[in-house]
């Protein structure tokens, strides 16, 4: 069976009216154009598309047609039924009894066959809709860059996990399968291991840096937790008891602040600072951190899940280091937390005795395999590429908006990391527009309940205007100057499309 011109041409327009958006009339001559369909072919099928309802036209210059009810609510069926176009397969039907099997009153022997399927073909148009169609043909993004949320896995990564996978085996098993996993999670201990400069010993692999986080904070003895204004929620919402230390205008901890709050209680302490920050990029002095913290003889945790795999500094020294594989190429699935010999701490889930006792459960091999696979790959990272990249963008935009803020921009930043806001765009819009434009961005605010909130680190450095305003660009491993260029587009023409709507209103 063929679907007629007649149908597949009024579902072509159809479509192509929903891609326009139905912001304004579309006239006829600009869909025989797009859709190469013969123009005076096109007023016939919208007469009786217009009858049914489901365009509607509008007159005079400017005119055309428009959709008459939401892409979401009209069905291919409703389309192909108002243009009067078959949708049976056969002639063997009981609609037109003088040219099919009924015209003798007696049903074939496949009638009830043929019939089936036509009304399966029209279940199926009865349930996709303009809406689906139109999605089809939006370009999938195609310009990454949202390495902070997720880096994409890297080749190396997706072979070791493959050939991990292929082995398969539980590292606890005695058996060939169980020794061959348990060596395959060994070598990426000591992969891990050698690239923090701690022992083997001291690795301990979780499912993720949230789950490091927790183990590293939830610990034995209740120590007095003081952490900076600007941590993960990993971090934060793991001890709400914490004393929050604040930090300045560009998002780095203030020092004489945890000097003093450790001086206030000579009891023991925990300081939990992260090495960069996940919105804005900031470093953090945590070689001076470590040193207040020590001279009051507090441990240090450090949250280095936005540094690991990028740069390798102070945060290698703390007590307590957590880290994610997902962040720079990995799986999700596998992060570490390093424990330093003789730090107290205490398991969070108990069960087998796997990782030293203190995460118990079967380890993810393919992913603590691509873990150690990604970390060896991401050391031999060009970073100053990306910088070059990440300036020349950030001086492209502030060019194109001059009053746009760029967050942390006067400390040490993350080479891969821009925080920027329009002031008049918040960040929402701007994340939508840039993904019309198929570059991939975040917001710094974090939606909840299906509301944006502001971002809590925007708000603690100082700019609560620009809270919900604030985006983030990350860049990483498989970022291209094409990637780079396409968010200076993305960015203009969002401001493009603002000054419009700002002329209109
Ligand atoms: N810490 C920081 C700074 C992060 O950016 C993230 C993730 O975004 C986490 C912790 C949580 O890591 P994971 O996603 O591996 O649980």
């Known amino acids: ?52 309802g489901l365009v509607n036209s509008v007159r005079g210059p400017g005119g055309g047609y428009l959709l008459a009810r939401p892409v979401h609510r009209i069905s291919i069926m409703d389309v192909v039924a108002a243009v009067d176009e078959s949708t049976r397969v056969t002639r063997c039907l009981d609609e037109s009894p003088s040219r099919g099997c009924m015209a003798n009153r007696t049903r074939c022997l496949t009638h009830d066959l043929w019939a089936g399927l036509g009304d399966h073909i029209e279940t199926y148009l009865g349930g996709v809709t303009l809406e689906d169609m139109c999605r089809e043909q939006q370009p999938a993004v195609t310009h990454y860059l949202d390495h902070n949320a997720t880096s994409p896995l890297r080749a190396e990564a997706r072979k070791a996990a493959c050939r991990a996978m292929t082995c398969g085996g539980n590292a606890s098993s005695v058996h060939r399968h ?225 009053d746009a803020v760029v967050f942390s921009g006067d400390a040490g930043r993350l080479d891969n990391t821009l925080a920027i806001a329009h002031p008049d765009i918040d960040a929402e819009t701007m994340v939508m527009s840039f993904d019309l434009d198929c570059v991939a961005i975040s917001a710094g605010s974090a939606c909840s309940s299906g509301r944006m909130e502001p971002s809590s680190v925007i708000e603690a450095m100082g700019f609560p205007s620009l809270s919900r305003h604030a985006v983030r660009i990350s860049l990483g491993w498989s970022t291209t100057p094409e990637d780079c260029e396409a968010a200076v587009r993305a960015w203009e023409a969002a401001n493009t499309r603002h000054q419009r709507r700002r002329k209109t209103a």
């Open 1 to 52: 069976m063929k679907l007629g011109s007649r149908g597949r041409y009024a579902v072509m327009a159809m479509v192509d009216l929903g891609l326009q958006g139905n912001e304004r009339p579309v006239r006829l001559a600009d869909v025989s154009h797009r859709q190469e369909i013969p123009l005076s072919y096109l007023e016939q099928l919208f007469a009786p598309l217009r009858r049914h």
């Open 178 to 402: 169980g020794r061959h996993a348990r060596s395959l999670i060994e070598d990426a201990r000591e992969i891990v291991a050698s690239y923090v400069s701690c022992s083997p010993l001291e690795v301990v692999f979780t499912s993720g840096g949230t789950e490091a986080n927790n183990l590293a904070l939830l610990g034995p003895d209740r120590r007095r937790i003081l952490i900076s204004a600007v941590e993960h929620p990993s971090v934060a919402k793991a001890v709400p008891s914490a004393v929050t230390v604040p930090v300045d205008h560009q998002g780095r901890v203030d020092l004489e602040a945890l000097e003093a709050e450790l001086a206030c209680d000579a009891g023991p302490a925990m300081v939990s600072v992260m090495a960069a920050n996940n919105e804005t990029g900031v470093v953090q002095p945590l070689a001076d951190v470590m040193h207040v913290a020590r001279l009051h003889g507090a441990l240090v945790h450090c949250d280095a899940v936005q540094a690991a795999g990028r740069y390798c500094g102070a945060w290698q020294e703390a007590d307590l280091v957590s880290l994610s594989a997902h962040k720079f190429g990995g799986m999700a699935g596998a992060g570490a937390l390093i424990v330093r010999d003789g730090v107290p701490l205490a398991a969070r889930s108990r069960g087998g005795g796997q990782e030293y006792g203190l995460r118990a459960g079967t380890e993810s091999l393919a992913a603590i395999t691509a873990f150690g696979a990604a970390v060896t790959a991401a050391c031999g990272d060009d970073t100053a590429r990306l910088r070059q990249l990440r300036d020349d963008m950030e001086a492209r935009m502030l060019d194109v908006v001059p």
